[in-house]
């Protein structure tokens, strides 16, 4: 397994502990050295340029929260896609534009680092151009999702990289969302909060009594037990 832009380093450990050969590649030198040194895994410190590993090299690999920073998104998919083995697999994980468009305030949507902003559609279609299809088994999971699982495109297929439609429906999500007019209020936000909150606490309890229950509380916030 390959982690492009292992950060600091979660998911390889992860995979490490599960048993699986992980190693990752972070151009960060802080973070790349944290790796190595607090959990000893198997992380360069590189950029994705000149290539760095050998064609057909992993059976998967993870790009999570990696292209958006990129400057050649279908260039760099394509790239990492010949790291793969054959029938090997491809996660790619960005930003979701149309639920930024829909939750985020007025102009606090775009990131500084993001040179490019994906929604499900277009993430797909850059997929498509970088000669990538999307992995079937995972399709309905990741249906109308900026989280999708990549596999090598069959030959003969002809992807669809134009949608007018999709086109005007981002236009205006984003014009709305200038004027003010599609984030959620920060009330609503809150209470969102609130009630995974709670709902995490009476998990914890696990149908306890409501003793039981007022003390996973307490010691969730590190207040004093009843």
């Not at 010949?82 to 994980?93: A, S």
Request: hydrophobic letters at 40%; aromatic letters at 12%.
């Amino acid at each position: 397994m390959l982690d492009v832009g292992a950060g600091s380093g979660e998911f390889l450990f992860l995979a490490r502990a599960l048993g699986k050969t992980a190693q990752g590649i972070e151009p960060n030198e802080a973070y790349a050295a944290f790796c190595r040194e607090e959990y000893g895994l198997n992380v360069r410190t590189a950029l994705l340029e000149p290539p760095v590993f050998e064609e057909g090299s992993f059976d998967f690999i993870r790009l999570n929260h990696v292209l958006e920073h990129l400057n050649d998104p279908v260039k760099y998919l394509a790239m990492i896609a010949r790291w793969l083995k054959p029938g090997g697999v491809f996660y790619v994980e960005v930003p979701d534009i149309e639920a930024y468009c829909r939750s985020k305030s007025k102009g606090g949507m775009f990131h500084y680092g993001h040179i490019y902003n994906f929604s499900p559609w277009t993430l797909r279609a850059a997929a498509w151009l970088a000669g990538l299809q999307e992995y079937a088994p995972t399709a309905q999971r990741c249906a109308n999702s900026t989280g999708v699982f990549f596999i090598h495109a069959e030959e003969g297929q002809a992807p669809r990289t134009e949608n007018t439609d999709h086109a005007r429906m981002l236009e205006e999500l984003l014009r709305v969302h200038a004027q003010g007019g599609s984030a959620q209020p920060r009330a609503a936000k809150m209470l969102r909060k609130f009630a995974v909150r709670v709902d995490e606490f009476f998990n914890i309890a696990g149908g306890k009594s409501y003793s039981d229950i007022g003390n996973a509380v307490a010691r969730k916030l590190s207040l004093p037990a009843a």
